[in-house]
């Protein structure tokens, strides 16, 4: 059981490039989740979706852009790298409506200089 | 803003202690989740906790809800080598299934 899987593992931009961060999930989870670690702040939420179709903004949006491919896929879009997107990002899914137990992929570290 | 507060922000221990970990807020929580994250992978949920005073045990963890589901406590008893990580305490305010993180707690036992 994949779980939830994020690709690429690491990624060096520069500024003012462009990327997108994959993300899917195998467990029929309803509900996608982006967020951004950065030390000592925690998991700040970017982007979500409570379902397919459906996307909205977190505690962190600007600078990105995210879409929901379909159930399986949520991707997030970084349009014009700058160096305070450098971050290690996580995609998680969600099933249980109520409790909202995520599961996370094992991040993407990114680094625009 | 950060709606969780972790208390404390570092903690080193020597294997065989003990160590409590708390997580505080003055919002309200609907329910609210502890993770476990290791160096370079995505956190692990450890537990769930959803009714206001509930303790629950897991081996040589235990987790507790307040009554007025506001904090939590993780308490782990015998510290392991493998306990060692960055323990951070989420809680879901509302029916949106949005999670707020408490900024985590390293934990680092030495053997």
């Known amino acids: 059981n994949a779980g939830v899987t994020q690709t690429p593992k690491f990624q060096v931009l520069k500024t003012g490039q462009s990327m997108t961060l994959q993300c899917a999930q195998d467990?029929?989870?309803?509900?996608m989740y982006w967020y951004r670690q950065d030390p000592g702040m925690g998991l700040r939420l970017i982007y979500y979706s409570a379902s397919e179709g459906t996307t909205d903004k977190g505690e962190v949006p600007n600078g990105y852009n995210v879409s929901r491919l379909n159930k399986r896929e949520f991707s997030l879009r970084l349009e014009s790298a700058a160096p305070s997107q450098t971050s290690v990002y996580f995609c998680?899914?969600?099933?249980?409506?109520?409790?909202?137990?995520?599961?996370f992929g094992p991040g993407t570290r990114l680094t625009v200089t | 803003t950060q709606l969780l507060e972790q208390s404390p922000q570092f903690l080193s221990i020597q294997e065989g202690e003990n160590l409590t970990v708390y997580c505080n807020s003055s919002s309200v929580f609907s329910s609210l989740q502890w993770y476990r994250q290791e160096p370079g992978e995505g956190p692990v949920l450890l537990v769930t906790v959803v009714t206001g005073g509930e303790v629950k045990k897991l081996k040589r963890l235990t987790f507790q809800f307040g009554d007025a589901r506001k904090d939590s406590s993780l308490h782990i008893t015998a510290a392991q080598t493998g306990d060692t990580g960055l323990y951070l305490c989420?809680?879901?305010?509302?029916?949106?299934?949005?999670?707020?993180f408490g900024a985590g707690t390293q934990v680092v036992v030495t053997p």
């Open positions: 467990m029929n989870h309803n509900s």
């Open positions: 989420a809680g879901s305010p509302d029916s949106w299934g949005k999670l707020q």
């Open positions: 998680a899914s969600s099933g249980a409506r109520g409790v909202y137990e995520q599961y």
